[in-house]
């Protein structure tokens, strides 16, 4: 018989779970100060972060090597290079890119409150494109939950399209929603095309971090030449008054971070479970939107309160749906020894009535 595996204590679990959440909401306000202060830059400081990035996972490949992969959290060795590699994970890395690039431009329109608003179609678009990925239909309790979650999205749009058309807070908030459900609806994509991209790299979330991460090196350059970023960064050297501490440390400080979401990515799947992760993301969306509040002084309407707690809810619902669909009972080992002595005596049984019937 094999033996499960150790399971993680809960310090581990409450380890991997703050160094998620830490991680990812340093991303988001970073981002934001960032795009604040630069948001005519967007696809170079998309550029610099995904170049960060690909050099610390070479760091750390190269680290795997020597006798400091003691003390690492992780082992990373780079993926070989393959055109039938590559060309099967294009699909996932260019979903992924897009995705990244609608989520940045709906970050520089509105503030962190809205933005978790706009994205709130992020579970509805999963559970619909995964339906027809899969071809298979979901859940009541699934359809449930994405209802719960499509309620809370409206109640917190409204108010873009009740405002006069002509105000430039509707026009802006009406882009910036636009931003938001494209990004929604292609990450989810990305997420359903993920499965099968993890397959073509031996399953390793930091393999497929690292393709992704060169590929959008590669591609954002051109973007950002053909987006004219070239003249506006050749016009920021030449101003006197140019302040680069924000850009410059906010991209170091992001890339680092991007790097280090791909880790707690990594280690939350041999740590926690994908429920963990669901209440996760849940409890990073309450906690971004009170550090909002207090960093950028983001204005929390009674809708966007609805909203966020409909959005919230539904999401947590949705967990629970998950943990109920597939039930998996667990016997216990003496019992299980017992059902293959039962199983081997009947099999034996079985050999010695076909012997007789033969002679």
Avoid at 161 to 179: E, G, H, P, V
Avoid at 243 to 268: E, I, P, Q, Y
Avoid at 310 to 335: E, H, L, M, N, S
């Amino acid at each position: 018989m094999k033996t499960d595996e150790p399971e993680s204590t809960p310090l581990q679990v409450a380890g991997v779970v703050t160094f998620y959440l830490v991680a990812a909401l340093v991303m988001v306000f970073v981002n934001k100060a960032v795009l604040n202060e630069a948001p005519d830059l967007p696809f170079t400081f998309l550029l610099l972060q995904s170049f960060i990035a690909v050099l610390l996972l070479r760091l750390l490949a190269l680290l795997s090597r020597t006798s400091a992969r003691a003390v690492l959290p992780v082992e990373f060795e780079l993926p070989m290079f393959s055109r039938e590699t590559l060309m099967d994970i294009l699909p996932f890395s260019t979903v992924g890119l897009t995705g990244l690039v609608f989520n940045t431009f709906c970050l520089a329109n509105v503030d962190t409150a809205f933005f978790q608003i706009a994205r709130g179609l992020l579970l509805p678009s999963t559970i619909v494109v995964s339906s027809v990925y899969t071809r298979t239909k979901p859940q009541l309790k699934v359809l449930v939950a994405a209802f719960i979650v499509t309620c809370g999205f409206l109640v917190g749009t409204a108010p873009t399209f009740t405002r006069k058309a002509t105000s430039n807070l509707s026009r802006d908030s009406a882009i910036a929603l636009f931003y938001g459900c494209m990004s929604s609806f292609v990450l989810s994509l990305h997420a359903v095309l993920k499965k099968s991209a993890l397959s073509r790299v031996g399953h390793s979330v930091l393999s497929l971090s690292y393709l992704g991460n060169l590929f959008m090196t590669v591609v954002l350059l051109p973007c950002a030449l053909l987006h004219g970023e070239l003249g506006i960064l050749q016009r920021r050297f030449q101003a006197v008054d140019q302040d680069w501490t924000t850009f410059v440390v906010g991209t170091l400080v992001t890339g680092l971070f991007g790097f280090l979401l791909g880790l707690a990515n990594s280690l939350s799947i041999k740590v926690t479970s994908p429920v963990t992760h669901m209440f996760s993301s849940a409890a990073k969306g309450v906690i971004q939107t009170v550090l909002g509040i207090a960093i950028f002084g983001d204005i929390i309407t009674p809708l966007r309160g609805y909203s966020i707690t409909i959005i919230t809810g539904g999401t947590i619902y949705y967990t629970w749906a998950q943990t109920q669909t597939k039930p998996q009972v667990r016997f216990p080992k003496a019992d299980v020894e017992k059902q293959a002595d039962n199983t081997e005596i009947s099999s034996q049984s079985q050999e010695r009535r076909r012997a007789k019937s033969i002679a």
